[in-house]
């Protein structure tokens, strides 16, 4: 589906939420995703695990349509495979009634935040290869607000509209930057001292 934003998103639903929640193809699924096509072989690389594995977990995603071969690249030996969409939508209020997708809900969400660390460290690693021109633009800030459940809906509403105009397709000169953000609650703890 096409979001209002324009992105190229897919909602998941309990089937390809429990096929998501799987560490490994969760993170296949994002190469895929910002790297382009790869094969079996290739990804297995990338990963540390056996092309055999690979392929077995591409193939999981591609009977979700998550992923699908690319016909355009390869050969009658060699399977590329690309990724369907840019994006997974998740209603996470969806899956909490239901003890089975919960846990798939858990594991889901706690690979995303894995992933996003470690994105994260590897550019930290990388700092200072880095052209000074990017070292200025980066941005790892944290930030504490009191809101409202509305007013962070609201805040990440207006987050994704601002990075909707940005959304472009790759030109000359461009690098690939992701862009990560969180807005949860935090539960105060009464022997710090802290305010809710």
Known sequence: MTTN????????????LRVLAHPLRLRML???RTDGAATASGLAQRVGESSGTTSWHLRQLAEVGLVEQDTELGNKRERWWRAV???????TTDFLNDPEQ??????????????????ESQFVAEYDSWPQEW????????????????????LN?????????Y???AREGDSPVHIHWGAF???PRPESGEQS
């Open 102 to 119: 919960a846990a798939d809900l858990r594991v889901y969400l706690h690979s995303v935040v894995e992933q996003r660390y470690a994105m």
């Open 167 to 169: 959304t472009r397709d």
């Open 157 to 165: 509403n207006e987050i994704q509209d601002v990075l909707q105009r």
């Open 5 to 16: 934003d324009g992105w190229n998103a897919t909602q998941l639903s309990a089937r390809t």
């Open 30 to 32: 994002g190469l895929l």
């Open 135 to 154: 070292i200025e633009s980066v941005n790892l800030s944290d930030f504490r607000l009191s809101l409202t459940p509305d007013e962070t809906a609201a």
């Open 185 to 187: 609650p935090r539960t």
């Open 85 to 91: 969409h840019d994006a997974q939508q998740l209603a």
